[in-house]
């Protein structure tokens, strides 16, 4: 899950540190509901 934390911080690095807190909790419950549907 490295590489995907990588990316997301490099998606998300131009927005304040509080922003990016939400938005990777906002992708990371968005990836496990994905995985879930499986």
Avoid: C, T, W
């Avoid at 490099?10 to 990777?24: A, F, G, T, V, Y």
């Amino acid at each position: 899950m490295q590489n995907f934390d990588d990316y997301v911080d490099i998606m998300l690095s131009h927005h304040p540190d509080k922003l990016k807190d939400d938005l990777r909790a906002k992708i990371m419950r968005n990836l496990a509901g994905e995985i879930a549907m499986d």
